[in-house]
């Protein structure tokens, strides 16, 4: 009984740490291509590690930048990921539904974080920003 306890107070202490810290490094991704919208999206769903590596590989955003080009590589990415992650995340949940496997949150979580990067990808090649005071 005292061991439930203690694993219910270190998993609370643990999901508001995950919660706090992904506000705090979604700041970072304020000044930068991502914006702090899909900083936060990317820290929450992706875990902590995974969304500072993405915020810190966006570039930082400059008033005068010149305007983003389309890519089609990226757009076709962004699909790719997309299709595969909507995929993913439709056959994992019918999957855990009918008991075939067991339920897994942190995956399931995860799959929704790759699916919201491959529409955040698929927008880059569109030549978005979503960084604070970007205007389109």
Not at 114 to 123: A, C, M, V
Request: net charge positive.
């Amino acid at each position: 009984m005292e061991t439930d306890l203690q694993f219910e107070i270190l998993l609370a202490v643990g999901l508001a740490i995950h919660l706090v810290g992904g506000y705090f490094l979604s700041l970072l991704g304020k000044k930068r291509r991502i914006g702090k919208k899909w900083s936060l999206y990317f820290c929450w769903t992706l875990g902590l590690l995974l969304g500072l590596i993405l915020i810190l590989i966006s570039p930082k955003f400059k008033s005068n930048q010149p305007e983003f080009h389309h890519k089609k590589s990226l757009k076709i990415i962004g699909t790719t990921i997309t299709v595969i992650s909507a995929l993913a995340y439709a056959n994992y949940g019918a999957l855990a539904t009918m008991g075939q496997i067991k339920f897994n949150l942190i995956a399931f979580v995860m799959t929704f974080g790759y699916l919201g990067l491959g529409i955040y990808i698929h927008d880059l090649g569109e030549g978005k920003s979503f960084a604070s005071g970007f205007k389109e």
